[in-house]
């Protein structure tokens, strides 16, 4: 069993989630239930849940406000939160665990899953990302989960990545990082970056592009020597984009 806390203000949300665990999680186990930051604290620091499901806004404060007066982070953590809220992006971008309102059970199951599938895997270090995320208004750090904890890059060092299945590789010009997410959630988070999926199997920083050549089918150099090849479908798309790019 997984001992859990839900924290949020609204009475009928308490009692909604509560009876979706009930029906669809029968390995989490509510233990406390609190509707503001200051009760939420106690209660962890009495009863040590391993999981949390943290509203997101609160009229007396925020879940990260939370998350920055635990003076530990051993937990695990599920944001129940809205769609339009501002911190989709970083909490996505950090790779941290959340489900949207109103609360739909195949997501819910999912998250638990996952959840479950970590606990005992070390500090999540994640969290750290998601605050240090929301508190810049620049780019942001994304969290790739990797077999041994994360890693955390910047989009511009990340020069392509490559699909292998349900993993992706992430090479940077100094490594390469095999993440546990496949390449579409990958594109879905970098497109805005400059990323371009040239292929099935890959996903290139325009930035990093140093050349494009056509023999045997069509390929870019990019700026670490390695080579990606680019679908006949996405060739003019790319040609237009990097047109783009240097009339920019």
């Avoid at 979706?20 to 503001?36: A, F, N």
Wanted: charged share 25%; hydrophobic share 40%.
């Amino acid at each position: 069993m997984i001992t859990a806390l839900i924290v949020d203000d609204e009475k009928k949300n308490h009692e909604s989630l509560l009876g979706l665990l009930k029906e669809y999680c029968p390995t989490v186990e509510v233990i406390g239930q609190s509707s503001s930051v200051e009760e939420a604290l106690q209660f962890i620091s009495k009863k040590k849940p391993q999981l949390v499901f943290l509203d997101v806004e609160m009229p007396n404060g925020t879940g990260f406000d939370l998350l920055r007066k635990v003076p530990k982070i051993d937990f695990k953590i599920i944001f129940v939160t809205a769609h339009a809220h501002y911190a989709i992006k970083a909490i996505r971008f950090s790779a941290v665990d959340y489900i949207l309102k109103p609360i739909d059970t195949d997501d819910l199951v999912h998250a638990v899953e996952k959840v479950t599938a970590d606990l005992g895997t070390g500090e999540p270090t994640q969290y750290n990302a998601l605050l240090e995320n929301l508190n810049t208004s620049s780019t942001y750090k994304i969290a790739i989960p990797v077999k041994d904890g994360y890693a955390f890059l910047m989009p511009e060092e990340i020069i392509r990545l490559h699909a292998d299945g349900a993993y992706t590789h992430i090479h940077t010009a100094a490594e390469k990082f095999t993440g546990t997410k496949n390449i579409k959630e990958y594109e879905e988070l970098l497109s805005e970056y400059g990323f371009f999926r040239s292929h099935n199997s890959h996903l290139i920083n325009l930035k990093h592009v140093k050349r494009f050549s056509r023999l045997d089918g069509y390929f870019v150099h990019m700026s670490d020597n390695s080579v990606a090849e680019i679908s006949r479908r996405k060739k003019e798309e790319f040609i237009g984009m990097m047109s783009k790019k240097a009339l920019s």
